[in-house]
T-cell receptor, first 113, second 111 residues
């Protein structure tokens, strides 16, 4: 199993550009999550999904949109990138809400100029 | 409002035990206490979790205070590969009752 994979690994955007980050998991997990991590900080939850076709806001959802059209994929979109969105983005998945283990991807480094 | 409080950094000599403390005075009675760690340039990985009783697994032990307002992650023999940021986590209403990570403790292991 590949576990949780993220595409791309690194991206540079100009202010105002859009992009989509892809997260894929092959563990048949119901729950998926998007976090961002700024330098020297812990992870902050952006959005999450409790199942195919569902999404919910986390702690810092502004400026991002998400979609979960397929159970194995969770997409994070930036419609108009801003320098404040420069960060490392981590995707995670878990079997169910009560499951205590979240499995994380390797991260995507995003630089917005 | 304080969520979790951890030391910013700690040091340990290799092969010695490490006790990583966490205060979580606002935790509810039914929330598990989770510990994750993040190695450099990687995503976080699960370490251990518990509710009220002390817990052991192959990676670490978790000691939970009787009033559940604090816990301690114990690495029995620190190795260089244990150098990481350790997060004490519980679910918080601000995150839709999902994980709230905080800033964690950066552990340095000295050879």
């Amino acid at each position: 199993n590949a576990g949780v994979t993220q595409t791309p690994k690194f991206r540079v955007l100009k202010t105002g550009q859009s992009m989509t980050l892809l997260c894929a998991q092959d563990m048949n997990h119901e729950y998926m999550y998007w976090y961002r991590q700024d330098p020297g900080m812990g992870l902050r939850l952006i959005h999450y999904s409790v199942g195919e076709g569902t999404t919910a806001k986390g702690e810092v959802p502004d400026g991002y949109n998400v979609s979960r059209l397929k159970k194995q994929n969770f997409l994070l979109g930036l419609e108009s990138a801003a320098p404040s969105q420069t960060s490392v983005y981590f995707c995670a998945s878990s079997y169910e809400r009560g499951a205590e283990t979240q499995y994380f991807g390797p991260g995507t480094r995003l630089l917005v100029l | 409002d304080a969520k979790t409080t951890q030391p910013n950094s700690m040091e340990s000599n290799e092969e010695e035990p490490v006790h990583l403390p966490c205060n979580h005075s606002t935790i509810s009675g039914t929330d598990y206490i989770h510990w994750y760690r993040q190695l450099p340039s990687q995503g976080p990985e699960y370490v251990i979790h518990g509710l009220t009783s002390n817990v052991n697994n192959r990676m670490a032990s978790l000691a939970i205070a009787e009033d559940r307002k604090s816990s301690t992650l114990i690495l029995h023999r620190a190795t260089l590969r244990d150098a990481a940021v350790y997060y004490c986590i519980f679910r918080h209403p601000n995150t839709g009752n999902q994980f709230y990570f905080g800033t964690g403790t950066s552990l340095t292991v000295i050879p």
